[in-house]
């Protein structure tokens, strides 16, 4: 389906920002509003959806926080971070957390200590772990450019990478982008989704300076491994999340944009700033929250979540 033309959308949308669900085919609840519901932040990220606890725990990567909202107690500290930006739960519900500042990748435990499960590769230490996604398998895959690297690189690329927690094993599943970014698996796992923010002069091969924005899609062999890429989306993205359907919901342009499995845009949702990462939640998995610079806001849609394959214990 096509993009949406800018003038419908301006009229589906009114100046505060809000995206309303009266189009037959909108992902967005008939008659729903992008709300903002936390604010006074300096760049928000990485949110993710603790369902036995029913709140949302995200990133102030500039603050070096993570913070909690939950409808009931509103907004507040979760617990301080070094510059956390992607989280997701593992299967047993712990918070996996990509830390810019410490160059790592962390387990938070039920009694709230930290495991740090990957900070090198190769006896060399990450750039910045960005995002992460988690398979039913239990592995975590991660993109690892350089947005929080202050110093030189150790690695020479900025690469997508897959940790099995239960032996430490970690091995590179793909090398070839310039700035990946937002990683999610559709609902069957039998895809993933990379996002490249583009070419910059950071990256240490000037061949990668400039590569195009992209959001890739490849399909998962039988191996457990990355296969042959199925298609390329031309737009690059920050986080993404995928609905029960496949559906895509990226981050960038300063707008929430949906694609369907397969790449063909469907919608796009205004938001007051310009989002940075987005994830499903709720008691039924139907609220969008969106990270979005200084605030958090968030938005009925139709379509649920695809839940992660998290093992949830009350």
């Not at 909108?26 to 990485?46: D, H, N, Q, R």
């Not at 507040?76 to 070094?82: C, D, K, N």
Request: glycine share 10%; aromatic share 8%; proline share 6%.
């Amino acid at each position: 389906m096509p993009r949406i033309s800018s003038l419908l959308f301006a009229f589906l949308a009114t100046s505060a920002g809000i995206a309303q669900g009266d189009n037959d085919k909108s992902v967005i609840a008939p008659g729903a509003k992008v709300i903002k519901i936390a604010g006074g932040m300096k760049f928000t990220e990485g949110p993710v959806w603790l369902p036995n606890k029913k709140k949302l725990v995200f990133s102030d990567i500039p603050n070096s926080k993570l913070m909690q909202w939950s409808e009931q107690k509103g907004l507040a500290v979760f617990r301080e971070s070094e510059n956390a930006n992607g989280n997701i739960l593992d299967l047993n519900g712990r918070i996996i957390s990509c830390q810019h500042g410490a160059r790592n990748l962390i387990r938070i435990e039920a009694d709230g200590s930290e495991t740090v499960l990957a900070d090198k590769y190769d006896g060399k230490r990450f750039n910045s772990p960005n995002d992460v996604a988690v398979r039913s398998d239990g592995t975590l895959w991660f993109t690892d450019p350089p947005w929080g690297l202050t110093g030189p690189h150790e690695i020479p690329g900025h690469w997508v990478y897959k940790l099995d927690p239960k032996t430490g094993k970690i091995d590179v599943v793909h090398k070839y982008l310039a700035m990946p970014n937002g990683i999610v698996f559709s609902p069957d796992e039998n895809r993933i989704y990379i996002a490249d923010t583009g070419g910059h002069k950071r990256h240490p091969d000037p061949n990668f300076h400039k590569l195009p924005a992209s959001i890739q899609c490849h399909e998962i062999g039988e191996d457990g491994n990355i296969g042959k890429k199925l298609f390329h989306i031309d737009a690059g993205s920050d986080g993404m999340a995928v609905d029960v359907h496949g559906n895509l919901y990226t981050t960038h342009g300063g707008n929430v944009h949906v694609y369907d499995a397969d790449g063909n845009e469907l919608e796009q949702i205004d938001v007051p700033e310009g989002p940075a990462n987005v994830c499903f939640g709720g008691d039924d998995f139907k609220t969008l929250f969106i990270t979005a610079r200084t605030s958090l806001y968030s938005v009925k849609v139709i379509h649920a979540g695809a839940k992660p394959p998290v093992k949830i214990t009350k």
